[in-house]
DNA sequence: AGATTTCTCTAGCGGTCGATACAGAAAAAA
DNA sequence: TTTTTTCTGTATCGACCGCTAGAGAAATCT
């Protein structure tokens, strides 16, 4: 947005030179191809950025993981914060993903809820990558109110999901009409959050399941 | 603990001069007495710490907000390492100790949690301080690991604290033998981090009691 | 009064922060 | 080949970080 480095947010000259000179619209460009591969690189800025969060991570230390100088990053990606944001959006597809699928494809509200939470103590104390939550946890300390409003306004933007699913539901008749769809969802919010915290606190994935079986004793009879 | 300020930590000169000579055990020191109270300043550095965390506030914010020098912060408080300390102490005892005073005074375990959770969300949401739970947010994003630990045993000493309470109440007969006191415990603490978290990105204080209600529906039948 | 002790203020230390200028290297285009 | 374009490595930039030396101010002690 700030530079006139307009190609920053494209996808990049696929890797290797072994890709087929038909793939995209517009050819690679003319001069020196990167000597990095651009996917892995964001692997590696997700990675950090979920384990230290947005701050906490330096230039100097993503440079360092992703195994570029400081100068191609900037290139790449922009400067900090647009790689922050490119990585909290990867992040949400390759990572944050289980929750609308499960409100996308579960035949109810109650079951959707029930899949989200038992995912989410899987997903958050899933072995060799960070636990918890990128979108909870990544700014919390930071002085760029910003960053801190962008993954605050996901977070709530979560929160109506869940709610616009149970309101279906109560619509379809799968709850009661005097279902309180506003606290279920975010009965629902609090207790992934209390996961993705406990999982950073070292709870094992066994304990949070138990948590989520637990939390769904409070959802009316269907 | 470094340097050989060893004056650090005890309470000061009691303020101002104004305080009758024999009021404790060592006298006030002979030299040029602070210009300022040690006890407000400690309490604007609370403030500061709570809002932003430990990285982010800097020791500039804290001269600013605390209304000194920096000479005068590290003679009075030791390094911003220490000083942290000695907030998360006072946080605890001023603001933080609502859940122990929950466990301690009342009759049974359930009535206990409930009202801690009942509590929390007025705690949590307060006019005219930071909202959420220092203890849950001032050291997330940290790249210093022992500040983020020092926190962390202290969430994990909560919960146990909980679990204890809960064990007490089902060897008390107020709880069935077969209740799941670690998964009750664990329960608790994710619905008071979620609270604390909520209450951060803009939750109400009768939504987080919506909340705590709503969360007493999984307490087996007493 | 001096002498002594302690605090406060200014100024600045070395280090790291995010970000970039510049020159050389490596590719495509002519 | 030469020219053009883009990327990469070095070497910074100014700003801020946590922290402190040193000198003067303000109290007590003798």
Redesign the pocket.
Same mark, same amino acid.
């Given at each position: 947005m700030v530079?006139a480095q307009a190609?920053s947010q494209q996808t990049g000259p696929e890797a290797g030179?072994e890709t087929g000179p038909e793939t995209g619209a517009k050819?690679r $460009?003319?001069?020196? !191809?990167?000597?990095?591969d651009r996917e892995t690189a964001l692997e590696k800025a997700i990675l950090a950025f979920w384990e230290h969060g947005y701050?906490a991570?330096?230039?100097?230390?993503l440079t360092k993981v992703m195994g570029? $100088?400081? !100068?191609?990053l900037? @290139? @790449?990606f922009g400067?900090?914060?647009s790689l922050f944001d490119e990585v909290v959006r990867e992040y949400g597809t390759r990572y944050g993903s289980f929750g609308d699928r499960a409100l996308a494809e579960e035949p109810t509200a109650r079951t959707a809820v029930e899949r989200m939470l038992r995912e989410a103590a899987a997903e958050y104390t899933e072995p060799g990558r960070p636990h918890g939550c990128l979108v909870i946890h990544a700014a919390t300390n930071c002085t760029t109110p910003e960053v801190e409003e962008s993954l605050r306004d996901r977070r709530n933007a979560n929160i109506a999901a869940i709610e616009s699913r149970i309101r279906s539901g109560i619509a379809a008749g799968e709850l009661p009409a005097d279902a309180d769809a506003a606290a279920l969802a975010r009965h629902t919010g609090a207790m992934i959050q209390g996961m993705s915290q406990q999982a950073r606190d070292g709870a094992a994935k066994e304990e949070l399941e138990a948590l989520a079986e637990l939390a769904m004793a409070i959802w009316p009879r269907s």
């Open positions: 530079s190609s030179p050819q $460009g003319r001069g020196r !191809p990167r000597s990095f701050e991570t330096s230039v100097s230390d570029i $100088g400081a !100068p191609s900037y @290139a @790449a400067d900090k914060r």
